[in-house]
């Protein structure tokens, strides 16, 4: 059983908008976070939420461009990310934490494979 599996990844124009999901199996995730990795660079944090989806973080790259949001119902966080820039081509991956403690933990129990977005000019 996969921990989290994100889907969502694609091609989209500069200007446009994505919107990616992160289902989690086999465990229940108290903090979950988006990270990001670019060719040539470490991965990079770009958005948190805790359980109660009451609190966010978001990197700076992420803020007024980018809303992480979850459904515990579903067990899944999202991550809808709106002007999209050619910076902001990665793979996307999530990750999760299990652990009940203070939001934010950003440190993580469970990653994802990763889901590739690209952005064109």
């Known amino acids: 059983q996969v921990p989290l599996v994100e889907s969502g990844g694609s091609e989209v124009q500069a200007g446009g908008s994505l919107k990616l999901s992160c289902v989690a199996s086999g465990h229940s995730a108290s903090e979950f976070a988006w990270f990001r990795r670019t060719p040539g660079k470490k991965r990079e944090f770009v958005a948190s939420?805790?359980?109660?989806?009451?609190?966010?973080l978001y990197a700076n790259i992420a803020k007024g461009r980018f809303t992480i949001s979850r459904d515990n119902a579903k067990s899944t966080v999202f991550l809808q990310m709106n002007d999209l820039k050619p910076e902001d081509t990665a793979v996307y991956i999530c990750?999760?934490?299990?652990?009940?403690?203070?939001?934010?933990?950003?440190?993580?129990?469970?990653w994802g494979q990763g889901a590739q977005v690209t952005v064109s000019s």
């Open positions: 939420i805790s359980w109660s989806g009451r609190n966010t």
């Open positions: 990750a999760s934490q299990v652990s009940p403690r203070a939001f934010p933990q950003l440190e993580y129990d469970y």
